[in-house]
């Protein structure tokens, strides 16, 4: 079945809320924390994207600038029925080329000390592990794992 890529606002939070809880994240997370508020506002300071199966949201991410350079991803998740399709890399190549429009030089994202299963992910998609500190770290959750990737844009 196709998977299609539409714009996500502040105004898609409650989809995008069901889709991370459905994800199946670590319950010791932030990410199990987040509220359907905290989704519209980060959703609102920038922008996301969802991946609709079949008429259902069954992917989502989304980003926000972090000062000039940088773009942060966030909140990509995936409902389990549609693992392995590519979804989740098309939801990150989407934020990249946002990037790349928006004259950002890189892609920036946190894993939780509680989905490093994940990183590898990243990595084949050419992000890196970097010692940059996450601005948005929870302060009662251990430090994330930081990851970059250059867009070829302005550095």
């Known amino acids: 079945m196709t998977v ?10 409650p989809a995008v ?3 991370m809880m459905a994800a199946g994240m670590d319950p010791r997370s932030s990410w199990s924390r987040s509220t359907v508020a ?7 300071t920038g922008g996301g994207f969802l991946a609709v199966q079949g008429g259902q949201v069954v992917g989502c991410v989304g980003y926000r600038p972090d000062g000039f350079r ?7 998740a995936t409902v389990p029925q549609v693992r392995g399709q590519g979804i989740g890399a098309a ?6 080329e946002r990037a790349r429009a928006g004259g ?14 994940v990183v590898p992910f990243y990595e084949h998609l050419g992000y890196v592990v970097s010692d940059d500190r996450y601005a948005y770290a929870h ?4 430090a994330p794992v930081v990851l970059v990737k250059g867009t070829g844009g302005p550095s």
């Open 139 to 142: 302060p009662d959750s251990p």
């Open 4 to 13: 299609t890529l539409q714009p996500a606002t502040a105004a898609d939070a």
């Open 70 to 76: 940088t773009l942060t991803l966030n909140k990509l």
């Open 17 to 19: 809320h069901a889709v």
């Open 38 to 44: 905290d989704v519209a506002w980060s959703l609102g």
């Open 91 to 96: 939801l990150v190549r989407a934020v990249e």
């Open 104 to 117: 950002f030089g890189r892609v920036l994202l946190a894993v939780s000390q509680y989905n490093l299963g």
